[in-house]
């Protein structure tokens, strides 16, 4: 049996260990389902007198502890519909489950004096269950009606091993700590106002940040020979009609107007650099036109999902347009094969993965177009080097692409970067470029997005370093902190010099304990403090606190600065 499978069993035995504390404690509560799932296991009930309450939740617990001590056997059989009928006659739910049943008969699970009717699945004795917390509580809808019986969700977990769940828990309690809205607030990066739902405001610090994740780009795509367009954020509403966007994503774009002729604001950059393109006529020779654009874009979002900065209404995307012959696919799917990954790699996300998706049944384009695009693709990732998975059938209609997902330091996966291959626009906005024999051909369009929304990868790498920025995206990266008054003057130079060599820098000269100082520091997150006090002053030394306690006494300030350029590099 596969590991999941055991596990499955252990959380589904759990869910009814939680059911048969529920039913000695509050006796009258209807039981419904109690299915295991991805992160532990969940029953559903319906209280006939007061409501679950989180601090019901460690008295259930304690009861479930009783019952796994006592080692109570867990059987399964199988029974008529009319005995379950008996077993279960003042319970709805499970009466109404025994008449969907289409077997002559159904599974009962008894543990002592419970029972409850179930396909089966279980460990041997309660006494097996053993390492398990009980998380939650949260509203649901019986057989997941949102206009059926609303009933409560009691959701916990459960693993083998004491050391799983403890990891477990403390993921859990990551995720919470290192919420990157609630890092935004304290290290004062972003805002939300309610003047601007899902539009984000960025605070000067967190400014400093998203600075740096452009000039980062900028300089990737100088490396990687693509040329920067702008075009504007408000296009008439002919165009978007021409690209189907109007037609197709019409709910998710703002509409405004010009003297008296409708607009659109843009919902994405590719209308914008297909008129670039069409500028004049195109040779050959010019072929692959990369035309990147850090484009700013807005696509209405509903209330309800907006989340931070992972769903906004308003964003920057690191957008590119390759306008290339099919003959050049491969290599330029190879070469943003490459980027993609050294954009990855600098903000330490190692574990990428790479899918292809292939023609889906309903496409556009002749056999050939999609055979020449698969194979390129696939021909520039087996060339890279890279592992990837096929996923058949799940392209887009207009071409085949590939998708990367990252795993971040609390192990959860994103899709950012993307490259996708594009039959339609060429045609639809009937783009050309003239050949080496003067015949006019029709361009491939590759669509390329490394962050993807800025914001949304801001979000992400914000959780992902726990908002310990890496020394070069740190909005103040050096704070020096003054023990006593007297090196006020001492430290002032240092954080002068500091300033003048390039380096992001605060002084701290208040008043407060040297102890408040290093805690505010360490609030805001700086990578290093540097801490003066008389014994610093007279020897022309400074000492340096990192991020992680480590100290370094008696540094000269050159070697500090020289260090620091060293991780300024990007
Ligand atoms: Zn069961
Ligand atoms: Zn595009």
Same mark, same amino acid.
């Given at each position: ?25 509050y ?19 319906q ?17 479930? %502890? ?12 199988q ?13 709805p ?7 969907l ?6 599974g ?38 949102r206009?059926g ?5 009691l ?8 050391k ?11 995720l ?9 607030k ?19 610090k ?11 780009m ?11 367009i ?11 009609k ?20 409708e ?34 874009? %807005?696509? %209405? ?6 989340n ?40 330490g ?20 177009m ?14 890279s080097?890279?592992?990837?998975k ?33 039959f ?19 361009p ?71 102890s ?33 306690g ?6 000269s ?7 620091? %350029? ?5």
């Open positions: 049996m596969q590991n999941k499978e055991k596990l499955d069993i252990l959380r589904h035995s759990a869910a009814h260990l939680m059911a048969q504390a529920i039913s000695q404690l006796p009258t509560t209807k039981l419904t389902l109690g299915p295991p799932t991805a992160e532990g296991f969940f029953y559903d009930c209280p006939q007198e007061e409501n679950f309450k989180e601090h019901d939740l460690p008295l259930i617990e304690e009861r479930m %502890h009783e019952l796994a001590k006592q080692d109570i056997p867990i059987t399964h059989k029974i008529s519909k009319e005995e379950a009928r008996k077993i279960f006659h003042d319970n739910f499970k009466l109404e489950m025994i008449d049943i289409p077997d002559e008969t159904v009962l699970a008894e543990q002592g004096e419970f029972k409850d009717l179930c396909r089966g699945g279980h460990v041997d004795s309660t006494s097996e269950i053993k390492n398990f917390k009980l998380l939650n509580i949260s509203g649901s809808y019986w057989r997941a009606d206009n019986t609303p009933l409560q969700r959701s916990g977990t459960a693993f083998f091993t004491e799983e769940l403890e990891a477990y828990l403390q993921r859990l309690e990551d919470k700590q290192y919420d990157h809205r609630r890092l935004g304290q290290m004062e990066l972003f805002s939300f106002h309610e003047e601007g739902p899902g539009f984000p405001f960025f605070l000067p967190g400014r400093i940040v998203y600075n740096i994740m452009m000039d980062y900028r300089k990737i795509l100088r490396k990687y020979d693509h040329e920067e702008s075009t504007p954020g408000m296009l008439s509403v002919e165009l978007w021409q690209s189907g966007h109007y037609d197709h994503y019409k709910e998710n774009m703002y509409f405004s107007e010009i003297d008296e002729k607009f659109a604001i843009k919902p994405m950059n590719c209308p914008g650099s297909i008129l670039v393109y069409k500028e004049r006529p195109r040779s050959y020779r010019e072929l692959p036109l990369r035309l990147a654009e850090l484009g700013y874009m %807005h696509r %209405h979002e509903l209330s309800g999902v907006l931070g900065l992972f769903r906004v209404r308003s964003f920057l995307m690191d957008d590119a347009h390759i306008y290339c012959t099919s003959d050049q696919i491969e290599s330029e799917v190879l070469s943003l094969i490459t980027m993609i990954n050294e954009v990855l790699n600098k903000f996300f190692d574990n990428v993965d790479i899918a292809l998706s292939t023609r889906p049944e309903k496409a556009m384009g002749t056999d050939e999609w055979e020449n695009a698969e194979k390129s693709l696939s021909e520039a990732l087996n060339k080097g890279i592992k990837y096929i996923q058949e059938g799940d392209g887009a209609f207009y071409g085949p692409k590939i998708d990367f997902k990252i795993k971040d330091s609390m192990d959860r996966e994103w899709q950012c970067s993307t490259i996708q291959v594009d339609n626009n060429p045609e639809n906005f009937d783009l050309s470029y003239i050949n080496s024999e003067g015949k006019k051909e029709r491939v369009m590759i669509h390329r997005a490394i962050y993807g929304s800025f914001e949304r990868f801001y979000g992400i790498i914000l959780e992902h370093y726990k908002g310990n920025f890496p020394f070069w995206l740190a909005p103040v990266q050096v704070q020096v902190l003054t023990i006593t008054d007297a090196a006020n003057s001492y430290a002032k130079n240092i954080a002068a010099e500091l300033k003048k060599a390039d380096i992001r820098v605060k002084l701290d000269d208040s008043s407060d304990q040297i408040g100082k290093i805690k505010a520091a360490q609030l805001a997150k700086v990578p290093w403090m540097l801490i003066i006090g008389k014994k610093e002053e007279q020897n022309n030394t400074v000492s340096v606190r990192y991020q992680n480590k100290q370094e006494q008696g540094l300030l050159e070697k500090v600065i020289e260090k620091a %350029h060293e991780l300024n590099k990007y």
